[in-house]
């Protein structure tokens, strides 16, 4: 069975800074999509970056950056110049190719201080 | 464009009681999901319809839980009777035809069986 792991339950970061959330996952499917979602404190879960695992090329989206590593099944979210907006939850997952369900990992809560 | 929209976005019963959470899909989204955090853990898959069929009900916990999608559109979620492990947090979500396109998530409905 597919599981995605967040080791990080918290993390902090400075107003400006770069931060980076780590997602590790596992799965024997070749064909799969990643993930990463935020859930501000108004709790609408936002799609923040989406990686298909035959691109080879890692996703960006502005100030959001993925390090996919596929070999190593690792995904991470780095986030550049951080700002007061970005505090949120953020969820990783995963996703098969044949399939609709999403597999969550537990969350990394990002505080911003300014 | 309106996004996935929950009601009611909290609710607070007593153990027993039934409680019946509603989420509109974005207009012309064939997949709907639920999906169920309980509080400090991931958030979990409950369910997955396709139009007004049950695709995948592997999730839902038992058989207190009982969902809907008459005539594709809106779903319901109703437990009955509730009890306090239901506590958490009920997110719909929905995507386009196809599995490889992006999920959209609502608010979540918060329920909190006391």
């Known amino acids: 069975a597919q599981t995605v792991t967040q080791s990080q339950p918290e993390m902090s970061v400075q107003e400006a800074e770069t931060v980076t959330l780590s997602c590790t996952y596992d799965t024997s499917e070749s064909d799969y999509y990643l993930f990463w979602y935020k859930q501000p404190p108004s709790r609408q879960m936002i799609l923040v970056i989406r990686q298909e695992a035959y691109k080879q090329q890692n996703a960006t989206e502005n100030r959001f950056s993925v390090n996919f590593q596929k070999a190593a099944k690792s995904f991470s979210l780095k986030i550049s110049d951080s700002q007061l907006g970005d505090a949120a939850m953020y969820f990783c997952?995963?996703?098969?190719?044949?399939?609709?369900?999403?597999?969550f990992g537990t969350g990394t809560l990002l505080a911003v201080q300014p | 464009e309106a996004g996935v929209t929950q009601f009611p976005s909290h609710s607070v019963i007593e153990k027993g009681q039934t409680v019946t959470l509603r989420c509109d899909p974005i207009?012309?989204?064939?997949?709907l999901y639920w999906y169920r955090r309980v509080m400090g853990k991931e958030i979990k898959f409950l369910l997955h319809f396709v139009k007004e069929s049950k695709q995948d009900e592997s999730g839902m916990p038992n058989n207190r839980f009982l969902a809907e999608r008459t005539g594709g559109t809106y779903s319901t979620l109703k437990v009955q009777p509730a009890e306090l492990e239901d506590s958490g947090v009920y997110f719909c979500?929905?995507?386009?035809?196809?599995?490889?396109?992006?999920?959209?998530f609502g608010e979540g409905s918060w329920l909190t069986v006391v």
């Open positions: 207009s012309g989204h064939d997949n």
């Open positions: 979500a929905s995507s386009p035809q196809g599995s490889g396109n992006t999920i959209y």
């Open positions: 997952a995963y996703k098969g190719g044949a399939t609709n369900k999403l597999i």
